[in-house]
């Protein structure tokens, strides 16, 4: 059987948060990472559409020799990730895995929560798809979910402008919305791989006794448990340490930006779906 990388997808720049720390935890493995640039933002489109689109980039990465694909992508996961599991992947070679961000973070909320009141900040469509009220319901039935969309925080990232006094403004306009909504939340999620690029601007309006979840780490250790449970998933993976960057936007666009979720530069190559 031949071995292949572990794909990566998301609708843009995010997911390289979560590569990040994966390829920091399991630096062996060998990656391959796919931004749907020229479509994104995913956060704004309608369940079919996400679900087509992540369906396309799913494809492509298992074409590309991917067993395991993880959609490092909120609204991907939110909108696309059931519908890819339980009809597109039984009609296909068997053993191909796909995995979403949402239920790894649900998973650990309980333990990070000490009250039970969790507040998601995230995409227009992750919050109406109310994937993790959901998610968290199952495991932590008595927590209360209070979610809130961001939908200027994404364009400040993509357009560079995390670090400028632009942002302080809309940090400060959801994050109160959130803790008027509940001020009883202490545990924030940031239920978009996006908003880690602007944690500093958020951890200082967040009040110090609440913590502010990044999935990154999260989402690295759930693959790496995964991986001990399903050894024959872990012998189907490429350990040469590789990771190939390909985008569906221009290469010198994504490269210019790539840097900034990665502190390093990269080299991509175009792809069309």
């Keep these: 059987m031949d071995k292949g990388p572990i794909g990566v997808f998301d609708s843009g720049y995010g997911g390289l948060t979560i ?7 399991m630096p062996e493995y060998s990656y391959i990472y796919l931004g749907d640039n020229a ?3 995913y956060g704004t489109r309608s369940f079919d559409v996400v679900y087509q689109f992540t369906l396309e980039a799913v494809k492509a990465l298992f074409d590309m020799g991917c067993p395991l694909v993880i959609l490092a992508c909120n609204t991907a996961s939110a909108k696309a990730l059931r519908n890819i599991q339980q009809t597109d992947l039984p009609a296909m070679e068997p053993g191909l ?49 209070t979610s809130v ?18 942002a302080d403004y ?32 958020i951890r200082k309006v967040v009040p110090g006794h609440i913590k502010v979840v990044k999935q990154g780490e999260i989402v690295a250790e759930s693959l790496m448990d995964y991986l001990r449970r399903h050894p024959e998933m872990q012998q189907r993976l490429l350990t040469d340490g590789v990771c190939r960057y390909f985008t569906t936007e221009n290469p010198e666009k994504f490269n210019g930006l790539a840097s900034l979720f990665l502190d390093e530069k990269v080299d991509v190559s175009h792809i069309d779906l």
């Excluded at 919305?177 to 880690?196: F, N, S």
């Design 19 to 25: 590569l990040k720390d994966i390829r920091r935890m």
């Design 39 to 41: 479509r994104a933002p």
């Design 97 to 145: 895995r796909v995995l979403g961000v949402i239920r790894p973070t649900a998973e650990v909320i309980g333990d990070i929560s000490r009250n039970g009141h969790v507040g998601i900040l995230g995409t227009e469509g992750t919050v109406s798809s109310r994937s993790y009220d959901m998610e968290i319901s199952k495991i932590s039935p008595d927590f209360t979910v």
């Design 149 to 166: 969309a961001c939908p200027m925080w994404v364009p400040l990232v993509e357009n560079n402008e995390a670090a400028g006094e632009g």
């Design 170 to 201: 809309f940090v400060s306009k959801y994050v109160n919305e959130l803790l008027d909504k509940d001020p009883g939340i202490d545990t924030i999620v940031l239920a978009c791989t996006h908003y880690p690029i602007l944690y500093p601007k």
